[in-house]
């Protein structure tokens, strides 16, 4: 599918925004510069260079069981219908009319057998084609076959559900193929999707995002969740600990090959905006999972079979992460509304047997990444106002706790100038 870009730029504009980048490329260790989160020119190139080119979570197969069960995603000015048609399959489509481009659907989520513009009532199936429009017979050359809503390519897997707005985007599902063994056992295809919350952050996505990939913060700002995971921890306090849940890690999970890492982030992902990326790190001893004391809140997912002490981490494109225990899974996903404005959204999943009040309590299921992240939403807050300070000049990133924010910063600003290359994976 091609798009408009946002051409309105002058070459002023443009001038400053490569010259912003060979300046910020100069010192490869500084974090990013204040242009970068206040240009309105950025902004509107980097959803063209980074969002609308990059895999994107979309939803989960529950939301569309059934045919005819749609639901909305939206970015930015943007919103896709994704939709299971009378034939089973499920696609997405740009929610723009063919007629005059109004909106055709209007609610969240539901279930229907077409879609009618409100309007001048265009009929569109399921499956996007267009199947009514009042009176345009006498148009010369009408066909109705030239004029259905305008679809985005999709990825299935693990009952995730990706789009991407790229046409020529890598085939995700063959980069989704290279987790099969530590993110297929937790059956997310038939898990149950146990609560959904927005947090909306008056921050810039890359704040917002830079947040997530780095844990140099996660002592100082959460308590909570430093009690529990060794995340937080120098390579030489973490690394033993590490290594003796990898050792059990199967035996314990039942799961073969649970604790091999995984790594394509970013700039090393197989393809533009196509990043794996797993690796499993442990709990400290004597907690078993992510909740408020380290016991468990619900039944063991999917395969399980026990809990080894461990956390999966993992990356599903570049704006979308996991964070899977062995008895409930987190995905996080960061969403654009405006340079200044990200949902940050979790989406808590159990197994999909587990029944709410008899297998599981949902407060206590949630505590902890709750209170975490009202945690980070403020501190992202704190430092979108602080970047706006005309003094503030970026310091250097650790060179371990900030490694993957730096590949992060690598990637971006490859992108925004146009260089989609990917490059080979580092050893680590
Ligand atoms: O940002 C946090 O609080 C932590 C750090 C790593 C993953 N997690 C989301
Ligand atoms: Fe949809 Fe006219 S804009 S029918
Ligand atoms: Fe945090």
Redesign the pocket.
């Known amino acids: 599918m091609t798009h408009q870009p946002f051409i309105a730029d002058s070459e002023d504009d443009q001038a400053r925004m490569r010259e912003a980048v060979a300046v910020q490329m100069r010192d490869r260790d500084a974090g990013l510069m204040q242009y970068f989160y206040r240009s309105d020119v950025v902004y509107q190139r980097e959803l063209d260079t980074v969002f609308f080119k990059s895999w994107l979570w979309a939803g989960h197969v529950s939301q569309v069981r059934n045919p005819g069960d749609y639901f909305l995603y939206e970015i930015a000015e943007e919103s896709v219908i994704v939709a299971r048609g009378n034939d089973g399959t499920i696609r997405a489509f740009v929610n723009s009319?063919?007629?005059?481009?109004?909106r055709?659907c209007e609610q969240r989520e539901g279930n229907c057998k077409t879609f009618v513009?409100?309007?001048?009532?265009?009929v569109y199936g399921t499956d996007g084609a267009l199947r009514g429009?009042r009176h345009m017979d006498v148009v010369p050359d009408f066909r109705k076959e030239d004029h259905g809503l305008k679809q985005l390519r999709i990825a299935e897997r693990f009952g995730l559900i990706f789009i991407n707005f790229d046409a020529d985007a890598y085939d995700y599902d063959v980069c989704l193929a290279q987790l099969d063994a530590q993110l297929g056992p937790y059956r997310l295809d038939r898990a149950k999707i146990a609560h959904r919350e927005t947090y909306s952050v008056d921050a810039n996505w890359k704040i917002a995002l830079g947040n997530y990939l780095e844990c140099y913060h996660c002592e100082t700002a959460h308590r909570a969740y430093s009690k529990l995971h060794t995340f937080k921890d120098r390579e030489e306090v973490a690394a033993p600990i590490n290594r003796a849940m990898w050792e059990r890690a199967q035996r314990e999970t039942g799961v073969p090959d649970i604790e091999k890492a995984v790594y394509r982030m970013f700039r090393e992902a197989p393809g533009f905006g196509a990043c794996v990326y797993t690796s499993r790190y442990a709990l400290f001893d004597g907690y078993l999972t992510g909740s408020r004391d380290g016991t468990p809140v619900a039944p063991l997912m999917g395969e399980f079979k026990g809990y080894d002490g461990g956390a999966g981490d993992y990356q599903l494109g570049p704006l979308t992460y996991m964070l899977n225990y062995p008895d409930h899974c987190l995905l996080f996903r960061y969403v654009p509304f405006g340079k200044d404005k990200t949902d940050m959204e979790i989406v808590w999943f159990v197994d999909g047997d587990a029944v709410e009040g008899v297998d599981y309590d949902k407060a206590s299921l949630i505590w902890l990444w709750d209170v975490t992240t009202v945690e980070d939403k403020r501190i992202m807050q704190l430092n979108a106002a602080g970047v706006n300070s005309r003094f503030f000049e970026p310091g250097p990133q650790h060179p371990e706790f900030e490694d993957t924010p730096k590949r992060f910063v690598d990637w971006y600003m490859h992108a925004l100038s146009g260089d989609f290359s990917v490059v080979p994976p580092t050893v680590r």
């Open positions: 009319c063919r007629h005059r481009g109004s055709v513009c409100p309007y001048h009532g265009w429009a």
